[in-house]
């Protein structure tokens, strides 16, 4: 309990690097004059996901994230700890969408 201070601190942070960083991605499809959201987002947010392989092979895939994540999470938290959660969850949080995209899409 003597933490929670630090916990809201660390999740405002958490949370406005998110919103900035929408915002960023709608300002730059505006400003190159595309639409700030495109159908592909609507698919990869709200679609059905498409798995185009067999379910052994999915889960094969699936392990192979999850050790890749598990390594990953492992180093960023002995670089990154020092400078706070904030920073330490946005790099894990980019580094897992990028290993299940690789991995699972």
């Known amino acids: 309990m003597e ?3 630090y916990y809201l601190w660390e ?3 958490f949370s406005t690097i998110l919103f900035v960083g929408t915002a960023l991605l709608v300002l730059r499809r505006k400003a190159s004059g595309g639409p700030a959201f495109t159908d592909h987002d609507q698919q990869l947010f709200f679609g059905d996901p498409e798995v185009r392989f067999s ?9 192979i994230a999850l050790l890749l994540c598990y390594l990953a999470s492992s180093l960023e938290y002995l670089l990154l700890a020092p400078f706070g959660a904030g920073i330490l969850a946005t790099a894990q949080l980019v580094t ?3 290993i299940v995209k690789k991995w699972l899409c």
Request: charged content about 10%; some cysteine.
């Open 3 to 5: 933490h929670i201070g």
């Open 11 to 13: 999740g405002i942070t």
């Open 55 to 63: 379910k052994a092979r999915f889960c094969v895939n699936f392990g």
């Open 96 to 98: 897992f969408l990028g």
